[in-house]
C-alpha cells in the first residue's frame, strides 16, 4: 500500500497466536506497545453460540501504551486503511465504484459518511472504522501527505479527499489518529473496529457499527474463553497440533458467511443459511474462482463445524437440499453456484459428471454427521428421498467408478476406481438403510481389490503409501465399519511415508495437504494411540512454520517434502480440516 513515510524505530519483543488474536509486544524507546488483532468469536458455553457476533464481518485492532521508565511521554496512535487494504467494488479500470467510509462516536452514535461514489453505484460494501474515545482525529486523501500530516503534528486535519480517482493513484485511504495523552505507569488503550458489509446479502450500518464498537469488552472475554478451550483440547494431542489450530481458526471462520431471510419483524429464524467461499477444481484440476459452498469446502471444515456448533453444518446443507437442480439429479451436486450476483442470480456448473461419486458420499456423510452430533434429524427426514436416491447411485457406482475429481488436490485429470473415494462411498452406504447389504459386500470386495486400503487405485501394480482419510468419515460416524487390519495397515503406511513436511497423498506425487493428513491421524490414533509416540505433529508444524512466499495467509496444499506451498491455495477455508481430533474427542 506504498511506501512508509519513517521509519520503524519500535523493536518487537513478543508475538503471541490464539484461534482469535494475533498479540504483538514492541518497545518504542520509553514506551511499551501491546498490539492486539481481535477476531471475536463467541463459542463457548454448551454450544449456545452467539450467530450474530459470529455473522458481523467486524474485526478489532487494540493499541495499549504504558511507560517503561516510569517516565510520561506523550503518545499518539495512528491507523489507516486504503482501497486496497478493504473490500472495495471497483470497475475495470480500478476506479473505486464504491467506498463509505463511517466513524462512529459513543457522543452521538451517528455515522458521518465520510466519501461515496459520485456515479452513485449500488450499496455493495461498506467499511467501518470507528473508535469510541475523545481525542480523535481524522483525515482521508492520498497515503504520503496524511502520513507525513502525523509525523509532524501527531494529530489529523478532519478533512475529506473528494479527488475521486484509481486506488493505485497515490493511494487513497482514511485516516484516524488518536491522543492517548501523557502515558505513564497506567496503561492507556485505544480500540479500532475494521470491518464491511452488504446489502441486500446483509444489512448492517450503524446498528451493526454500534454494536461492534460497545461490544468489544464482551466480545474479548468470549474470544478468550474460546481460545483457551481450543488451546487446552488441542495441546492434549501436542503443543505443535494446539499452534496450527490456533493459526488456521480465523482463516477458516472468515471462508463462511452466515445469513439470515429477511429482517427485522420480518425475518425467518428458522431459515439460516451458511455459505462457504472456495476455489474448486475445473476439469483440468486447476483452481476456479468464484465458486460458492463446493461440497469439498464444506467437507473439509466439518470437523471446526462439529466441535464449535454442529448446528452450522446444517445450515449449510439446508442450501442444497433446497438447491432446485438437487431434486432434479440422482446425485448431489458438487457446489450451488459459479457465479453470483448479490446471492440472486445462480449459474449451475454445466459438467458435475467428474464430481458426482465425491459429492454424493460427501453429502450423506455430512448430513449423518451433523444430525448426530446436534441431535436433530428433522434435516434428514424432510429430505429422507433425496438421501435414498443419493444411496442408490452410490449402490451402482461407489465401489467401481469411472474418472471422478475429488479434492485430492495434486489430481489434474479424473481417476477412475480410487480406493479412498470408493472407501467414502461405502461408508456413506452404511448410513442408509437400504444400502446396508451393499455397503457390507462392497467392502469386502473394496478390502481385496485395494489391498486393505493400501493402494491409491485397484489397478495399481503395488503398494502405494496414501492418505487413506475416508477412514475419518468411519469414525466421526461412530460406525467402526472399517476392521482393524485397514487402520493398521494405514499406520504402517503413515510411518514409512512420513516427510520432512508432511504425509504425501501417495508415492507417485510430493503434494500434500492439511486437513487430509489430520482427517486420517485422527482416524488412526482413535482406539490406538501408538502412532502418537512417532510426534506425528511436528513435520505439519514445520510447514506452517516455514516462510511461504508470495501466500498470504496458510496454504493447505504444500510440497512434503521441500514444504513450499502450492500458489492458489493460500487464506482458503479448507485448513478448518486440523479440527479433525477436537471433533472426535
Known amino acids: 500500500m506504498g511506501g512508509r513515510s ?112 459520485a456515479n452513485g453505484a449500488f450499496s455493495f460494501t461498506k467499511c467501518h472504522f470507528e473508535t469510541l474515545t475523545s481525542g480523535t482525529t481524522w483525515q482521508t486523501g492520498a497515503e504520503t501527505p496524511i502520513r507525513d500530516t502525523f509525523l509532524r503534528s501527531g494529530t489529523l486535519r478532519n478533512t475529506i479527499d473528494t479527488d475521486f480517482r484509481p486506488v493505485n493513484d497515490t493511494w487513497p485511504i482514511m485516516a484516524i489518529a488518536q491522543d492517548l495523552g501523557e502515558v505513564a505507569t497506567q496503561a492507556q488503550v485505544v480500540t479500532f473496529t475494521v470491518g464491511h458489509s452488504r446489502d441486500p446479502a446483509v444489512k448492517y450500518f450503524s446498528e451493526a457499527g454500534s454494536l461492534c464498537g460497545l461490544e468489544y469488552d464482551n466480545a474479548r472475554t468470549a474470544s478468550v474463553e474460546f481460545d483457551n478451550r481450543v488451546q487446552n483440547d488441542a495441546a492434549r494431542y501436542s503443543p505443535d497440533y494446539a499452534s496450527v489450530v490456533a493459526l488456521a481458526t480465523r482463516q477458516a471462520f472468515a471462508s463462511i458467511e452466515i445469513a439470515l431471510n429477511g429482517t427485522g419483524p420480518a425475518a425467518d429464524l428458522q431459515d439460516i443459511k451458511l455459505f462457504t467461499k472456495d476455489a474448486a477444481a475445473d476439469n483440468t484440476g486447476s483452481s ?34 433446497e438447491y432446485p437442480q438437487t431434486r432434479a439429479e440422482s446425485y448431489a451436486l458438487h457446489d450451488l453456484v459459479r457465479y453470483v450476483q448479490c446471492l440472486t442470480m445462480l449459474y449451475a456448473i454445466a459438467d458435475r459428471s467428474t464430481t458426482r461419486v465425491p459429492a454424493t458420499a460427501n453429502m450423506i456423510i455430512m448430513t449423518y454427521a451433523f444430525m448426530r452430533y446436534t441431535g436433530d434429524a428433522k434435516l434428514a427426514a424432510k429430505h429422507y428421498y433425496t438421501l435414498k436416491a443419493w444411496a442408490d447411485y452410490l449402490v451402482s457406482n461407489a465401489l467401481v467408478h469411472s474418472d471422478q475429481l475429488t479434492g485430492d488436490w495434486f489430481m489434474t485429470t479424473g481417476v477412475s476406481n480410487q480406493t479412498n473415494l470408493a472407501l467414502k462411498g461405502l461408508i456413506a452406504l452404511k448410513m442408509n438403510e437400504d444400502g446396508q447389504d451393499a455397503a457390507k459386500s462392497g467392502l469386502e470386495q473394496w478390502m481385496e481389490l485395494s489391498k486393505l486400503g493400501t493402494k491409491f487405485r485397484y489397478e495399481s501394480s503395488s503398494e502405494q503409501p496414501q492418505l487413506l482419510h475416508g477412514l475419518y468419515a468411519d469414525k466421526i460416524l461412530g460406525l467402526n465399519f472399517v476392521p482393524e487390519s485397514v487402520y493398521a495397515a494405514q499406520r504402517t503406511q503413515w510411518a514409512t511415508g512420513t516427510k520432512s513436511f508432511g504425509v504425501p497423498f501417495n508415492e507417485q506425487y510430493s503434494i500434500t495437504n492439511i486437513p487430509w493428513q489430520y482427517f486420517t491421524l485422527a482416524a488412526m490414533i482413535t482406539g490406538d494411540t501408538s502412532l502418537l509416540n512417532s510426534a506425528p505433529f511436528v513435520p505439519i508444524k514445520n510447514f506452517t512454520s516455514k516462510a511461504q512466499d508470495n501466500i498470504y495467509g496458510l496454504a493447505d496444499v504444500y510440497d512434503s517434502i521441500t514444504g513450499i506451498a502450492s500458489p ?17 474427542g
Open 6 to 117: 519513517a521509519d520503524n524505530d519500535t523493536v518487537q519483543t513478543q508475538a503471541q497466536y490464539t484461534p482469535t488474536r494475533t498479540i504483538i509486544n514492541s518497545r518504542a524507546g520509553p514506551v511499551d506497545l501491546v498490539i492486539t488483532f481481535l477476531s471475536a468469536l463467541d463459542l463457548t458455553g454448551e454450544k449456545t453460540n452467539d450467530l450474530v457476533r459470529l455473522s458481523l464481518p467486524f474485526s478489532y485492532l487494540s493499541v495499549s501504551a504504558v511507560s517503561n521508565d516510569g517516565g510520561s511521554h506523550a503518545v499518539s496512535v495512528y491507523a489507516d486503511i486504503s482501497g486496497v487494504g478493504s473490500v472495495i467494488s471497483q470497475d475495470k479500470s480500478g476506479r473505486l465504484l464504491l467506498l463509505v467510509l463511517e466513524w462512529i462516536t459513543s457522543d452521538t452514535g451517528d455515522p458521518a459518511v465520510w466519501s461515496t461514489d
Open 288 to 321: 476456479r474462482d468464484g465458486v460458492l459452498s463446493s461440497v469439498d469446502s464444506l467437507y473439509s471444515i466439518m470437523p471446526m463445524l462439529i466441535y464449535t456448533n454442529p448446528n452450522l453444518g446444517n445450515y449449510a446443507l439446508a442450501s442444497f437440499f
Open 568 to 584: 492458489g491455495y493460500g487464506l482458503r477455508g479448507n485448513v478448518g480440516g486440523s479440527y479433525a481430533l477436537l471433533a472426535l
